[in-house]
């Protein structure tokens, strides 16, 4: 009997965390009206929780009179990860822990301007701050991933065209100086593999591939534990393969390139005859489901990418290709095939196979990899106490020499 | 789906109205599929809104022709739309500030469990809703009034999800909301569409009419004057043939929008 009380008291506490997580904030009394559960217990709740460190309350008003606010605990200093696909925009707050404690994602159209985006992206980002009740001084720094590749020395995107408009405008810039904190940019395909290489599925391994298969195709290489970016931060640049040399002229001016035969476009044609107009999002939904022709199509996208994908494997060496990006979300429709089309060409190591598995992290993977990009950038955070210990001496030896 | 996806779920020919002088609908055609968001723009005065009367009810057409499953119809009435499978969420919005969540997103269509109204299941089922378009109200139990514009709106849409329509016509529901509010308001537009709905979308906004619709039909001065792919065409096309820039243009992509 007190044995499935305790149990019914844990589900109870599970609900109020997870109900919290998704509001970023609210009063005890909305907890109750949302969770359904009494005032009585959602407040004992609340204070068993606090006790514990997982949520903060303060005072607050809801029309006019005095409320707690409940929000998850977060350490002081909060990093922002944005990350900016071609169709959706995902906003997370997250702290010094790697805590998220906030998100958001945004619908964008087709070929969205800078202007507007970014726009929009600060405003997010000062409603979210708002949602947890914090504000922009609390913030460390701004990681923002792109579907294109960054120069990491300038943070502008490195090749012209694959990003229309998006060419000429220091990101970072704009956004810095609108929000005021440090702005990090980086390739989202080189953050998922930072997020699932240090929290994900790869982070039991020292050198792995994140490959990101979404409307458009890349692969971020992590080797020694570190991303490499490569000279002008086109390394993991797959997107951009040759793999039809008869194929039709990419964006990026080259002839056949992987993103022409397996990008958003390229997937949704050859179903336009049986299917009708679908979206990217559709064809995975019903791949899903078990629709022949949905599936098949993610398939053969699977083998074409596992192709490009093993000459890197071949190049890199790596212990395991994780597999992102909102394709991978058909698991081993995917996969399957693009895991059987790697191990026919790279060398068979007898000791210790490739491994090939789905991201973890899946759609947050990009965001969680720029919060993560924030926290490594950014000295004052103390993250352990060997690296506070370090820090301080650090900081010791400067005042020394001052 | 076991309905023909060829067979639109709601087809309209030729559908004209008059207020005495003003031609507020000339000839109109619509086709709107189930699993997709048609967009619908135009000036002030184009027309849209009162489309979205003729469909929801409101308004019954001079003339013209409303098929839905491929079946003529009559709609003279808000509850005959209802009953049609169509769910309206008016530019007012029309939820009432005294009443909490749950009797908003029920009013006019209450459970009853014999004489009596049965508030513990509608609350369990207002709460599913919401949790089904991963809605973020704070309480099923908050009064309408202390709730933001983007709460209100997302509550005005789960009101539409009772008794579930197949076809759910939104008029302007971005507009005065802020960023988060609206992308909110997006992301649950993309929830209906997942979930199978036709869903008619009124708005002024260009980013998020091409954000989220599959094809953006423009009024202008009550005609029809141009259909669009949303993920082709360019902002520059579809101003071009809200503000009637380019005439000749707009007709050649009239009978290309027909041929395809």
Known sequence: MSGSQSSLREANRALIVETVHRHGGLTQVELAGSTGLSAATVSTIVKELLAAGVVDTRNTTRSGRRAQMVTIAHRVGLAVGVHIGPRHMRIALGDVMNEVVAEQTLPLPNEHRLDTSLDRAALLVADLLERVGSTLDEVVGIGIGLPAPVDSATGMVSVRGIMRGWDEVHVGHVLSKRLGCPVFVDNDANLGALAESTHGASRAYRDSVYVRASHGTGAGIVIGGQVHRGFGGTAGEIGHVQVDPQGDICRCGSRGCLDTVVGGPALLEPLRSSHGTLALRDVIQRAIDGDPGCARVVADAGSIIGEVVSGLATAVNPQCIVVGGELAETGELLLGPLREAIRQRVLLNQIAPLEVVPAELGQRAEVVGALELVLRSTDFVVRSDEQARSADERAGEEEATH | ?260
């Open chain 2, 1 to 260: 789906m076991s309905e023909n996806p060829r067979v639109p779920l709601l087809s309209l020919r030729q559908i004209s109205l008059r207020f005495g002088a003003v031609e507020a609908l000339v000839g109109v055609d619509l086709d709107v599929h189930a699993h997709q968001v048609v967009a619908l723009v135009g000036d002030n005065g184009a027309g849209k809104s009162t489309l979205a009367k003729v469909i929801s009810g409101v308004l019954t057409p001079d003339s013209g022709l409303i098929e839905i499953d491929g079946e003529e119809q009559t709609i003279p009435s808000p509850s005959a739309a209802h009953a049609l499978g169509i769910a309206t969420v008016f530019q007012d919005l029309a939820l009432c500030g005294n009443l909490d969540v749950t009797s908003n997103i029920f009013l006019g269509r209450e459970l009853t469990d014999g004489a009596l109204l049965d508030d513990g299941r509608m609350e369990q089922m207002a709460r599913s809703i919401l949790r089904d378009l991963t809605l973020r109200i704070p309480s099923v139990r908050t009064p309408l009034s202390e709730l933001s514009a983007g709460q209100r709106q997302a509550v005005a849409i789960a009101r539409t999800l009772i008794g579930s329509p197949r076809l759910v016509v939104l008029d302007e529901p971005t507009a005065a909301l802020s960023v988060a509010q609206t992308a909110e308001v997006l992301t649950y537009i993309e929830r209906l569409r997942d979930l199978g709905h036709g869903v008619i979308l009124i708005s002024h906004n260009m980013n998020d009419v091409r954000a989220v619709s599959d094809r953006i039909v423009v009024l202008r001065h009550g005609r029809n004057n141009g259909s669009f792919d949303a993920d082709t065409a360019s902002y520059e096309s579809i101003l071009a043939a809200i503000t009637g820039a380019t005439t000749q243009d707009n007709e050649m992509m009239r009978r290309m929008a027909a041929l395809r």
